[in-house]
């Protein structure tokens, strides 16, 4: 339902690198830069990386994303217990001009 | 750093009014487009307006369907979601957000922590 393609979970063991992709199409992901956001229950969410190469002040740098066509992935690499978390990826979409989102993946750290 | 503290949410009949609002500190709100974004459990997150630092505004129209207008008043720095002819389907937590890039909009990179509007009679 949500314009953008997310598996609706993950899951790694702590230490391990794990990927969430996005899926797009030409009108978002393949013209405009992504954003993760990372979403605790009853919190907002909060950006933790953006644009090509961009990671907000205060978020670990075992986090990092790439863009490749219409689609995008977050890794997290070193996982940890604290990265159990719902995350959402984001772009402008020039038609709707405003953002879309994701319908989120659950992350389990095993 | 950046606060963005929303009020006015809570219980509201079908067809009824609410007036969101959103006091904004930690930047110079008159130079960033805002953002309003809901969440539902059923539909995730889902954009519903933005109000550029020139006041022009844009509309997620399949959602808010002319019944939604969101304005600023730069002196008080806050952001403001006038709803309308509310249904059951616009329950949600309603966040704020900051525009990510002073120009050309990309995305929010700094939320708020929500207002919850329960439509209902």
């Known amino acids: 339902q949500s314009v953008l393609t997310q598996p609706p979970s993950a899951s790694g063991t702590p230490g391990q690198r794990v990927t969430i992709s996005c899926s797009g199409g030409?009108?978002?992901?393949?013209?405009?830069?992504v954003y993760w956001y990372q979403q605790f229950p009853g919190t907002a969410p909060k950006l933790v990386f953006f644009?090509?190469?961009q990671r907000p002040s205060g978020v670990p740098d075992r986090f990092s994303g790439s863009k490749s066509g219409t689609s995008a992935s977050l890794a997290i690499s070193g996982l940890r217990s604290e990265d159990e978390s719902v995350y959402y990826c984001?772009?402008?979409?020039?038609?709707?001009?405003?953002?879309?989102f994701g319908g989120g993946t659950k992350l389990t750290v095993l | 750093q950046v606060q963005l503290v929303e009020s006015g949410g809570g219980v509201v009949q079908p067809g009824g009014s609410l007036r969101l609002s959103c006091a904004a500190s930690?930047?110079?709100?008159?130079?960033?487009?805002m953002h309003w974004v809901r969440q539902t459990p059923g539909k995730g997150l889902e954009w519903v307006a933005i109000?550029?630092?020139?006041?022009?505004?844009?509309y997620n129209e399949e959602l808010v369907e002319g019944r939604f207008t969101i304005s600023r008043d730069d002196s008080k720095n806050t952001l403001y979601l006038q709803m309308d002819s509310l249904r059951g389907q616009d329950t949600a937590v309603y966040y704020c957000?900051?525009?990510?890039?002073?120009?050309?909009?990309?995305?929010?990179?700094?939320w708020g922590q929500g207002t919850l509007v329960i439509v209902s009679s």
């Open positions: 957000a900051k525009e990510e890039r002073r120009v050309e909009p990309a995305g929010p990179d700094s």
């Open positions: 030409s009108s978002n992901i393949g013209r405009n830069h």
């Open positions: 644009r090509i190469n």
């Open positions: 109000i550029r630092y020139d006041g022009t505004d844009k």
């Open positions: 984001a772009a402008w979409d020039d038609n709707l001009s405003g953002p879309v």
């Open positions: 930690g930047f110079t709100f008159s130079s960033f487009a």
